[in-house]
């Protein structure tokens, strides 16, 4: 994957039309989310420098995390504070909070996944299956559990990471990843999302798939 390549993705990316209850908030709509795209960029770029093979799919960025940001389970704290243990999002990178991050707390999924991966020194490729912020039609600032048709949409991109990275293992984080994996073909393990209360079984999953030898 190249800087060219990351560039084109991300632009593919900001191309899929909004709709009532789906926001891409990478669109040229807004001059905030040129912002989220640049932040994307950054994160497959320093991504690709680590070279993982395994990607995490999650469900859909949430109000409170990717929505703000423009990454995969991150919240506004991950790019006001100091790098992480595995060196990312510090400062002095170019990650940038866009405006309409202020007052917006921070989305705590982000943090528990972060948190084990850390405990598990674990670093893979973080996506969703449907990765645009899915909400309640009229009520902007709230979840919605994507459809089989947004999750559909959603398709290709992570099918392009597959590509563009060289990953050797998919797992699915929660059961719309998994059924969207499933539907495109791929028969892959499946943990338990780390929301609602499910890091530890999240937590356990990923021990389990490590122990038996998933490829790093």
Not at 40 to 65: C, S
Not at 118 to 141: I, M, N, R, Y
Not at 154 to 177: H, M
Request: contains cysteine.
């Amino acid at each position: 994957m190249t800087a060219s390549s990351v560039g084109t993705f991300v632009e593919r990316l900001s191309a899929v039309p909004s709709g009532p209850g789906l926001n891409n908030f990478f669109d040229h709509s807004e001059p905030a989310n040129a912002q989220r795209r640049r932040n994307l960029e950054l994160y497959l770029q320093e991504m690709l420098d680590r070279a993982p093979k395994v990607l995490l799919l999650g469900e859909a960025p949430g109000f409170r995390g990717m929505r703000i940001t423009g990454v995969p389970f991150t919240n506004r704290t991950m790019f006001q504070g100091p790098a992480n243990s595995f060196g990312l999002f510090g400062p002095g990178k170019g990650y940038v909070l866009p405006p309409d991050a202020a007052g917006v707390a921070a989305e705590p999924t982000a943090t528990v996944m972060w948190e084990v991966l850390a405990e598990l020194d674990f670093l893979p490729v973080l996506w969703s299956a449907c990765p645009w912020h899915t909400h309640v039609p009229g009520k902007p600032q709230s979840n919605r559990t994507p459809r089989t048709t947004e999750a559909r949409l959603g398709t290709e991109f992570w099918q392009t990471l597959v590509e563009l990275f060289g990953i050797e293992t998919v797992v699915a984080v929660g059961n719309v990843a998994h059924r969207s994996l499933l539907a495109s073909g791929m028969d892959v393990p499946k943990v338990r999302h780390p929301s609602h209360g499910g890091r530890s079984g999240f937590t356990m999953g990923l021990e389990q798939l490590l122990i038996g030898g998933m490829q790093t």
